[in-house]
């Protein structure tokens, strides 16, 4: 089982950005794709977050339902805005199964500042390859949807992300960080501008199994969903797994911290 990661530099137009991808995911992916990750904003420009036209969100979704059915893989379509029906743009990312089908969606809407906003629905889906949790933008960033996740039973985390902050270094470290806390596999995957600074990288608990660092192209990695099962088993001398990562918690200690708040 693989997965692939794409990451990609944006072009001068939506349709460049789009043929980049599209065009580089076809030659790259193969039969043994288990799971294909796009990052958010997947093709745009890189300059302000605007509506994909229709005709162009339909020949993307097009090309990526037609790249899951030849290959028999789960796609994650990356995100692009719409236009929401009450005004306003909102992100949507869909997970497509290898029939083609949306299995789920995450929508976070489009902040005045041009950013996406947080959300509290973190969508695990059972898959042929194992439990996959669907992550859109900053969600993957805060403690909790990762948590929250893994908790619900994700093995691995398909993120649609950006590298985007001020201490870029920092956030790559973090998907790593991610991974280890919450004894999961991570496929995150980035795009390049002057803004994003890439990033894509599948990580295990362990490490890093792949990383496209600031080159353009479409990174692979094996998957072995029966290690994260292993390392999520029960090991109360903490010599074998890392099962107190994700389950070893004390939440007895947030008793007055939530008094205070309520």
């Known amino acids: 089982m693989t997965i692939f990661v794409a990451q990609h530099a944006r072009r001068a137009t939506p349709e460049a950005t789009a ?10 992916v193969t039969d043994e794709a288990s799971f294909v990750v796009l990052p958010e904003n997947a093709f745009t420009t890189g300059g302000e977050v605007q509506a994909l036209s229709r005709p162009l969100r339909e020949q993307c979704l097009d090309r990526l339902t037609a790249l ?35 299995c789920a969606r995450v929508e976070r809407p489009v902040l005045p500042d ?30 909790e949807p990762p948590r929250i996740a893994c908790l619900a039973g994700a093995e691995l985390l398909l993120v649609a992300g950006s590298l985007d902050g001020r201490q870029q270094e920092s956030q790559r470290a973090a998907v790593w960080g991610i991974a280890t806390l919450n004894t999961v596999a991570v496929a995150f995957s980035g795009s390049l501008s002057e803004r994003c600074g890439g990033g894509s990288a599948v990580a295990a608990p362990e490490g890093f199994v792949a990383e496209a660092g600031t080159d353009e192209g479409v990174i692979e990695a094996p998957w072995d969903v029966e290690r994260i099962r292993h390392l999520r088993e029960p090991d109360l001398r903490f010599q074998q797994t890392l099962w107190f990562g994700l389950w070893a918690r004390r939440t007895e200690l947030y008793t007055d911290l939530t008094a205070q708040v309520s």
């Open 68 to 102: 899951a059915r030849t290959r028999g893989t789960y796609v994650l379509t990356g995100s692009w805005a719409e236009t929401r029906p009450g005004g306003g743009l909102t992100q949507v990312a869909r997970l497509l199964d290898p029939s083609g089908s949306e």
């Open 19 to 28: 043929s980049a991808v599209l065009d580089d995911l076809d030659s790259r």
């Open 114 to 143: 041009g950013t996406t906003g947080t959300g509290d629905d973190f969508p695990v889906v059972e898959t042929s390859f194992g439990r996959v949790g669907v992550l859109l933008g900053p969600d993957f960033w805060l403690v």
